[in-house]
């Protein structure tokens, strides 16, 4: 059977820099790699991935809402893994606050976004990154990218998503 596991991102810029966890060695999910910060989507978000996306935000972070600007959703990542299809959603905006609370999930560095690419990420990310920093900062549309590879070599496939109406 074919399960669903939908997650809510947050790319928080500040001076060029993107907010990075280093993920706990023993995280479930990730462990010991860098990840933007975000996480599950409960059932009650389920309609608005962007609450999650705050509340994840808040709880790793200490920034609330009104910490960050411009939040909107960019991209929305599909894959699948053994059997269970991911839906990423995606969020980029700002903070001018760089002082960050702690949280028991890893250690929140602010990472050069032109180096972010190069650290222990996971495929998706990375892809993620070097399309925002190619094309993305540039448009406020919303890409939808599909996950796919085979042998090790993940590749990532973008499209714009527009109502054809």
């Known amino acids: 059977m074919i399960r ?3 997650l809510a991102t947050a790319f928080i810029l500040n001076s060029g ?9 023993d995280a479930k999910l990730l462990p010991g790699m860098w990840a933007p910060v975000g ?4 059932a009650d978000e389920l309609e608005t991935p962007q609450v999650a996306c705050e509340r994840e935000v808040s709880e790793e972070t200490g920034l609330s809402g009104s910490d960050i600007s411009d939040l909107s959703l960019r991209y929305i990542v599909h894959r699948i893994r053994h059997d269970e299809v991911r839906i990423q959603f995606i969020y980029v905006g700002s903070s001018a606050k760089r002082d ?14 032109a180096v972010a690419p190069s650290l222990d990420v996971s495929a998706t990310t990375r892809f993620t990154i070097e399309h925002y920093v ?4 540039r448009t406020t549309a919303l890409y939808v990218g599909s996950v796919s590879g085979q042998e090790g070599n993940p590749v990532i496939n973008w499209s714009v998503l527009s109502d054809w109406e």
């Open 100 to 113: 960050l609370g702690s949280t028991d999930e890893g250690e929140l560095h602010w990472v050069p976004l």
């Open 4 to 6: 669903t596991r939908l």
């Open 39 to 42: 996480g599950h989507i409960e």
């Open 134 to 137: 190619k094309t993305g900062s």
């Open 17 to 25: 820099d993107l907010l990075l966890m280093r993920r706990s060695h």
